[in-house]
């Protein structure tokens, strides 16, 4: 099948989950529009891969979300810490926020601020929706957010090979260039 094909099409779908996800918060079930968010971010990071014909950001995606899958599942297992409402033990740290941070930091670092920004509008709404339906604990949402953005900071390099970042640090702020070569 033609790449540009496969990326319209998972574009779509992207954004079809998108209007769902607002339409079921709209109605009041915000668990499920985060539920919705969590397979959007993905799909539309994961689609851009594919409308760019970016082989290598696709690679960075698979190796990027596939470790925070997996950190994500270690910790929930090994911390076993109690959901806020249920008798579940897989509180820590959140899976929907890593997830919904994975995507959010991959489109920033790979595709710039332009799109990252939305994304990350889009990330910080799942892992709000997280604690506001009492699946998890605000430490979880930000563990699984940090969790999910770090393996996508160590494995994503800017697309066409300048990235403009912003800065704060040490009372210092400014904004950072960074070129491939």
């Given at each position: 099948m033609n790449f540009k094909i496969q990326a319209i099409r998972l574009t779509l779908a992207a954004v079809l989950c998108c209007i769902s996800m607002f339409a079921n918060a709209v109605k009041g079930n915000v668990e499920k529009s985060g539920d919705i968010g969590l397979f959007a971010l993905p799909l539309l990071a994961y689609s851009s891969t594919f409308?760019?014909?970016?082989?290598?950001?696709?690679?960075?995606?698979?190796?990027?979300?596939?470790?925070?899958?997996?950190?994500?599942?270690?910790?929930?297992?090994?911390?076993?810490?109690?959901r806020p409402i249920e008798d579940s033990y897989t509180s820590f740290p959140s899976g929907h926020a890593a997830i919904a941070f994975q995507s959010a930091t991959f489109i920033e670092q790979r595709y710039g601020w332009k799109y990252g920004l939305p994304a990350f509008a889009a990330a910080t709404y799942v892992g709000w929706t997280r604690v506001e339906s009492k699946q998890h604990y605000t430490i979880d949402v930000l563990a699984g957010a940090a969790i999910g953005a770090l393996t996508s900071l160590y494995?994503?390099?800017?697309?066409?090979?300048?990235?403009?970042?912003?800065?704060?640090?040490?009372?210092?702020y400014g904004v950072e260039f960074s070129t491939t070569f």
């Open positions: 409308y760019l014909e970016d082989e290598q950001g696709r690679n960075e995606f698979y190796k990027s979300i596939l470790s925070t899958a997996l950190v994500t599942q270690l910790l929930k297992v090994t911390v076993r810490k109690k494995f994503t390099t800017p697309y066409n090979g300048m990235q403009i970042t912003p800065y704060a640090k040490n009372r210092s």
